[in-house]
């Protein structure tokens, strides 16, 4: 066997010369890029997915232009906002920001969607094309093919960091790792409250703090409702960019607005001595000679809004097509949201239905005190709500026809975050009311929402109780009173009732048992919201007599509000704005509470209402139990003065002693008992025989 040989085409380079080569690259300072320029120069649109495949042309969408520059690190903002409509190429921005981080200034990024199909739909359609078609930006990242590529759906490694695409449903992919670079898509369908931690944006953002001065934060979405956008809210407190184009025929500069765009599809030019028409086809021209006009330039948030009129020519939705769709909406309020979010760019705000807080403020009884309980009141159920540094705590009290008397709000210091954090709230939650006989009542039901700190709240409900829901005595004078403890969350909208019992199977990620083992029952916010607020607008009638009103509230001596020495009889005129903080928007059906407004007594009033409900029953309670509360809690006073019945028992005890006090059975079949502490439940059916009548 002989080997075989060969000659080679040519001879290895000079050891010394490869190695000072690749020394001389490694140390070369960078051109100096912005996003744009590296854009221009290396991305490419791939052939699937792109409407104009090919090399990347600013011209095309000048637009993108300065929203791309301001995340480079040429830019000194941190934080950039773009507010838009649906395909204007938002999504293209952080891709191509993506790509410069990647090449040309490394880091961690992450990119943070709603949800996992979204993510795995911008990784497959959008970024792994995008990388395979430049051959700038592939030389960064191994191809997925090889084994030790680092290269998968959800992550790609590169010299100097790492991409993660992550979602917005998972805590702990939002936790994960630090990040320089963030871009959030579609923040508008972030989760408000992920897993009791808080907003999945702000835990995100949190993760940047390790680089700032030197991060980057873009976050795009299109809005929703007004009042509950976080992308409006972000835009509001930003320099609020709105970018202006000239007339192809005064060449008077001005923001394309839905109000000037006719049926026919053509522009009304906004200056009122020109008048003229403008045509699609002048798009290209007036494009490439707009400029972004910022109204607050000082601000350090950078923030651009675009809506769909600023679609490039032949690559959006055309002129007579929006206008098309804005007849279907003006003839269809259905449509409304969809094409003020969609296309115009905005926030939807329709007709909103909200109380005002001075008319319910003034609904307040004179000598009715705060802290007692007025005649009516034979039940009282508590609502808590979790703040970070205090409790707020709502008690009111129940009467026939599920009618409400506010006794108490209050607010208790303490850090829901810490096991020793409820030791005042739970020395609140045990003291007394007297009524109107003086008789001490205690809250029987206590429903606290834990909200961000669920799990230390159930710690503090176990430790009273074995499961939420159960009740503890507690000492009231001489004797003792029961008194449930129930850990609640909030549902979602859509509820169909308003007392949700607690899962047994409910576990996280990591399949672990959470807090909610302990019982944490859900609270059906939006039917008893729907509730609640009905009752008062109702008692705003004129017609409606006071002891008819559904909602009453202590007046104290009566006197306006001092805040220099306030009457301890009254409630504060923060407890009825906070009342009244929600309204009802009737277009998009669903409650909004407006970004940094207080609402706690009106979540702690759902509370209280969920509780009475969930414990005793409160729409269930029949005519003669409360008649049994009545005579227990409220026995009416003898008249002096009244002549004696013949029946009357005398004082010599002559009559014969009355006999045993009936007991009631309802259509059931059931029987209670009333002896005015008893909790209102059904005993158990007594067994009957064939024939068998009660007894007499």
Known sequence: MSLETRDFDGLLGDANTVVDAAWATAWMPRAPLTVSAWAELYRVLPEAGAAEPGPWRNARNPHLVEIMDCLGPQHPCERVVFKKPTQIGGSEVFINATGYYMCHDPGPIMWLVPGIDLAERHSKQRLAPSIEASEEW?????????????????????????????????????????????????????????????????????????????????????????????????????????????????????????????????????????????????????????????????????????NALYAPYRLGESWQFIANERAKAKANPALQVTFTNTYEGLAFEGERQQADHESIAARAEPGVLRGRVPRGGLKLSIGVDCQHDRFEVHVVAWGRGQRARIVDYDVIPGDPSSPDGYAELDAWLQRSYPNCNGVQMIGNAVAIDGGNWTEMVAQYVKSKVQRSGQARLVKVGDGYQPQKLYVVRGRSAKSERIVYKPSKTEVNNRERTLARSVGVWGVGTDVAKHILYGWLISDGNAEVDVEDRRIRFPGGSGEPFDPIKPDPGQLPPNYYEMLTAEFFDLTARKWICPKGVRNESWDTLVYAYWAALCSYKLDMVREHEWTALEAALEPRADDLFATPSADAQDSRETSPPPSPAKRSADSRGTTRRFDGDDDLRPTKPARRRTGWVDPE
């Not at 972030?190 to 944006?201: K, W």
């Not at 394309?256 to 053509?266: E, K, P």
Request: charged share 25%; proline share 4%; with cysteine.
């Open 138 to 306: 592939s030389k960064y990242v191994k191809s997925s093919r090889s084994r030790d590529s680092g290269n998968t759906t959800r992550a790609k490694e590169f010299p100097g960091g790492i991409l993660v695409i992550a979602t917005a449903n998972s805590s702990t992919a939002v936790r994960s790792m630090p990040v320089r670079y963030l871009m959030a898509d579609e923040i508008d369908e972030f989760l408000r409250n992920l897993n009791g931690q808080g907003s999945a944006l702000e835990i995100a953002i949190r993760r940047t703090g390790t680089y700032q001065g030197r991060r980057k934060i873009y976050l795009c979405s299109s809005p929703t409702i007004k009042g509950d956008s976080l992308i409006d809210d972000e835009y509001e407190a930003s320099s609020q960019g709105e970018r202006h184009v000239p007339c192809p025929h005064c060449g008077a500069y001005q923001v394309l607005v839905m109000a000037q765009l006719l049926d026919d599809g053509t522009y009304l030019c906004s200056n009122g001595e020109c008048g003229q028409f403008i045509e699609e086809h002048h798009k290209e021209a007036m494009f490439a000679a707009g400029k972004w006009v910022h109204r607050y330039p000082d601000r350090e948030v950078r923030g651009f809004h675009l």
